[in-house]
Structure formats: structure tokens, C-alpha cells
């Protein structure tokens, strides 16, 4: 089985040399975040984010490696309810790749 790439945070904090109580915070957050697919990690950094208040999302998306737009994505979201969101699939009808044809020279 393939090992799971954990993010390494780039706060401020976290790029001094020495301990501080949020690297291994932050450290633990980018292990859970290797744990959910696409959709619960957006979802997750936005929770973070709303409940860090101002400065939250570029905070969240230096510790988990996200992009501002894809944590406010995951904010609109929320403010709808998930109401938009299929609850049986991780992606909505027609997103990701699409099937590889292989060519028959028949």
C-alpha cells in the first residue's frame, strides 16, 4: 500500500526552528487531512477558517496546503446547507476524468 503524503505546514509558526504547540497541532490537522477525500477537506478548512475569524483562510491554506478559492468554495457550501452537494458521491454528475477509450484497429 502507497504511504500518504502529509502536507507540511507553512505558517509563519511553523517555519521557526524550535517547538511551539501549534507545529504539532498543525502537523496533526495535515494528518487527518490525508485521511478525507476532495470534498470533506474542503469542508473541513472552512469550518477552520469561519472559526478563526479574520485571516483564517490564508492561516488554514498555508497549514493545509489548499488555495484560498477552494476554502471559500468549501464556505458556500456550508452557508448552503450542502444542499447542492450529492450525498452518495464525492463528485457531482459529470465531474473528474473522463473513461480512457482504447482504440481498436480492428
Given at each position: ?31 487527518f ?51 447542492e ?22
Amino acid at each position: 500500500m502507497a504511504k500518504t503524503r502529509i502536507h507540511q505546514c507553512e505558517c509563519d509558526l511553523c517555519r521557526q526552528p524550535g517547538e511551539h504547540p501549534e507545529k504539532e497541532h498543525h502537523h496533526r490537522v495535515n494528518v487527518f487531512f490525508s485521511r478525507l477525500d476532495e470534498q470533506q477537506r474542503r469542508w473541513y478548512a472552512a469550518l477552520e477558517a469561519e472559526r478563526m475569524g479574520h485571516g483564517g483562510q490564508k492561516l488554514v491554506s498555508q497549514i493545509t496546503g489548499l488555495s484560498i478559492p477552494t476554502i471559500q468554495r468549501g464556505r458556500e457550501e456550508l452557508g448552503k446547507d450542502l444542499a447542492e452537494r450529492p450525498e452518495e458521491r464525492t463528485r457531482l454528475p459529470g465531474g473528474g476524468r473522463k473513461p480512457v477509450e482504447k482504440n481498436n484497429p480492428e
